[in-house]
């Protein structure tokens, strides 16, 4: 069977896996459209140049030993793969999600990964994995006056946010925090409404906010 001319690398740093089985379609949306890819010998992947941090989904497994559907020998166990991928995963660490052959290069952060034992072969493992475009929010910088005698108080963050289509933890916690690493910290102080509002926020903490919802902003 002739191989792919596509190679899905996953790498943080110098430490890269090539995905072993090229995953039958791969799922890109962002907060205003979404778009399925066909991939297993497919032809040109595009990504729809819309706003919003894309997110990326696909499913496949890696297998224990060498198929026709393997892309290449001498790919790591799937004890192996899964490890690595579940370090990246705690570290909280961007990864780098690249498609050779495409325009596909994109900083991303892990937002879900879930693995089963495999349908196929016996020590073959299943798994599905969720990456989210990463991007980094810089404060803008305000050019200040001279202090005089008389101080005006500084405005602080609001207390409570009304969610605009759009919107996401990542990006609110940028705009309030000048970093988009703190989203936990309005995912915590809303975690007991939000699930209420969407248990699939269970699954995906804070994924799932809807425009009109009231959050609470910690100062």
């Not at 894309?54 to 224990?64: A, D, G, H, L, V």
């Not at 309030?176 to 975690?191: C, D, L, T």
Request: aromatic fraction near 10%; proline fraction near 6%.
């Amino acid at each position: 069977m002739t191989k792919s001319v596509y190679e899905f690398w996953i790498s943080q740093g110098k430490d890269r896996l090539r995905l072993p089985v090229l995953p039958e379609q791969i799922d890109i949306s962002d907060a205003i459209q979404n778009d399925s890819v066909k991939v297993a010998r497919f032809g040109e992947i595009t990504f729809i140049d819309n706003p919003g941090a894309k997110e990326i989904s696909f499913s496949s497994f890696f297998p224990k030993k060498h198929s026709p559907l393997s892309e290449y020998k001498g790919f790591p166990s799937p004890e192996n793969a899964i490890a690595r991928i579940d370090k990246w995963l705690k570290s909280k660490k961007p990864v780098q999600f690249l498609i050779t052959g495409t325009k596909i290069n994109l900083t991303c952060s892990i937002e879900a990964f879930s693995h089963s034992e495999g349908q196929k072969d016996i020590g073959d493992r299943d798994f599905e994995i969720k990456l989210k475009e990463y991007r980094t929010a810089s404060p803008r910088k305000i050019k200040q006056k001279k202090k005089t005698k008389k101080k005006r108080p500084s405005k602080s963050a609001p207390k409570t946010y009304t969610v605009k289509k759009g919107d996401t933890l990542w990006d609110l916690a940028g705009k309030f925090y000048g970093s988009s690493m703190q989203w936990r910290k309005i995912w915590n102080a809303n975690k007991t409404a939000m699930i209420k509002r969407s248990r699939r926020n269970i699954r995906q903490p804070g994924h799932w906010i809807f425009p009109g919802q009231k959050l609470k902003i910690p100062q």
